[in-house]
């Protein structure tokens, strides 16, 4: 499995809008088929704000649904399958609120985001609790992976702990390769 992005359609009229942000079956004709266990909340204050990239190890690796309620974020998703042939490559989309996409990242990969503007706030669903033992990052300025975040002038605001987490280089990883490499993004 590979990233996907999610559209979940809106109804709109003169009150506003509806929509289905989680319907199991329509979202496995999409191809996501996970179980989830944990709905995630973030808020942060200002534009430039990157939470990541984060990740967990087997066997308590995560799959995730994002999905932005407020603002716009530049969502970032990292192959860290060893034997993929695009271990190590990166993708990335805008999520808003305007838009109501989301991305859908199996396990095996590294997230992270950036705020595009302030006062954002993210939610996200995972298909595995959070195991401070099996919590992992990498650096979100890595040389390596060379990530075109979009800063156009932000200053980064990172937590104390993704201030110092180690390069790509340093990270070793034990996730399989499902014989499913990163696809380009379709329907950005």
């Not at 989680?22 to 430039?48: C, I, M, P």
């Not at 690796?61 to 969502?75: E, S």
């Not at 503007?117 to 993210?122: G, H, K, V």
């Not at 990530?147 to 070793?172: C, H, M, Q, R, Y």
């Amino acid at each position: 499995m590979t990233l996907i992005v999610i559209h979940p359609k809106r109804f709109i009229d003169r009150r506003g809008w509806f929509v289905e942000s989680w319907n199991k079956l329509r979202f496995e004709e999409q191809g996501v088929t996970t179980e989830f266990v944990q709905d995630n909340h973030s808020y942060s204050t200002n534009a430039g704000t990157i939470r990541g990239l984060h990740f967990q190890r087997p066997p308590h690796a995560q799959a995730k649904l994002v999905r932005c309620l407020k603002g716009r974020i530049f969502d970032v998703a990292v192959d860290l399958r060893p034997g993929s042939p695009t271990f190590g490559e990166w993708a990335g989309i805008e999520l808003s609120a305007d838009l109501g996409n989301q991305l859908f990242i199996p396990p095996g990969y590294a997230h992270g985001f950036l705020t595009l503007e302030a006062e954002c706030e993210i939610a996200y669903k995972v298909d595995a609790y959070y195991s401070p033992e099996a919590d992992a990052g990498i650096a979100w300025d890595d040389p390596v992976l060379a990530i075109n975040w979009p800063l156009n002038g932000l200053v980064p605001v990172l937590s104390d702990k993704d201030a110092t987490l180690p390069n790509f280089s340093e990270v070793e990883t034990n996730f399989e390769y499902n014989g499913c490499p990163l696809l380009p993004l379709k329907g950005l």
